[in-house]
């Protein structure tokens, strides 16, 4: 599993996090505990696969904000009382 951060510009409102959130679920349907916040100006999601970052980027793009950077890390799922 894969955990996908994007730095983006433009979020003002919790409407501007809903849009994000539900461009990532459109463009990845599988996406997983999908957020967007505009305090921290990024949205995060989880994936079972790698992802298209170019294809990301677009998605970001087409809702009007201002795409900045995406990293993708390994993401290793714990329990509840750890590993």
């Known amino acids: 599993m894969y ?14 996090e809903a849009h ?5 679920r459109k463009a990845f349907p599988d ?4 957020s967007a916040s505009r305090k921290h100006g990024e949205a995060t999601f989880l994936s079972e696969r790698e992802i298209d970052r170019e ?10 904000y201002t795409f900045v950077s995406v990293s993708v890390e390994p993401y290793e799922k714990h329990g509840v009382f750890g590993r």
């Open 31 to 34: 996406a997983k505990k999908v």
């Open 55 to 64: 294809k990301f980027k677009q998605a970001i793009q087409e809702t009007g």
């Open 20 to 24: 994000v959130a539900d461009a990532i």
């Open 3 to 16: 955990k996908v951060t994007a730095k983006m510009e433009g979020m003002m409102c919790g409407m501007c």
